[in-house]
């Protein structure tokens, strides 16, 4: 089996689209591996997973799928058929009865991490200047610019609910941890990581790599595939 046989699927996380996979996506891309990203909603946990798996529904082949922060926890929800292997871009990876804001809030948050309530609709949005201090630190304004713009609210209803037995005790799954974290502790992501017996790569960067970091990302991708295609 050659890497263009394998399907990657990428999942973005809370006040992002997909448009924030954009690079690794290219360099993916150039490398002739099939890659999508998954549009969801982020009105609720049903409703992100149900998005993903119509998103599973339009490829074919075995799937490689990786998640960004909130995403772990929708991608260890995906229907399992022709699921290979996971990827956790500095993700939340709650387990069977947990909830995504118990791990989120499991420590105490980075001095820089923003202060988060929802509004009158229940939505969380992101405050415009946690672009710099906490979400993207490590991008350029341009990048951070953009990410302010596009960026998506979260329901409460996609972290406050318990999630059923994730893929990852029976998928192999790679954890990117990043070490320069403000959003999500990196004493949490190890804690995550390790319980999910994941390959651990742990990297100086910040909660966004796939913006700031790429070719880290893509790495660890990289290695899951060839775990898939066996070369």
Known sequence: MAMKDVRVVLAHGAWADGSSWARVITALKAEAVNVSAAPLPLTSLADDVAAL????????????????????????LARPERMKALVYVTALAPDEGEKVADVFYRLEPHPEAPKLAPDSNGLIWLPEGAFATAFAQNASAEDRA??????????????????????????????????????????????????????????????????????????????????????
């Open 53 to 76: 798996n119509r998103s599973l529904d339009r490829t074919e082949g075995p799937i490689v799928l990786a998640g960004h922060a909130y995403a772990g926890a929708v991608i260890a």
């Open 146 to 231: 953009v990410l302010a713009a596009v960026q998506r609210p979260i329901s409460l209803n996609c972290i406050t609910v318990p999630v059923g037995r994730p893929l990852w005790k029976d998928v192999p799954s790679w954890f990117l941890v990043a070490e320069d974290d403000r959003m999500i502790v990196p004493e949490t992501q190890r804690y995550m990581a390790e319980r999910m017996k994941a390959k651990i790569k742990a990297h100086p960067v910040d909660h966004t790599p796939s913006v700031t970091a790429p070719t880290v990302v893509v790495d660890i991708i990289r290695e899951a595939i060839r775990s898939v295609t066996g070369s």
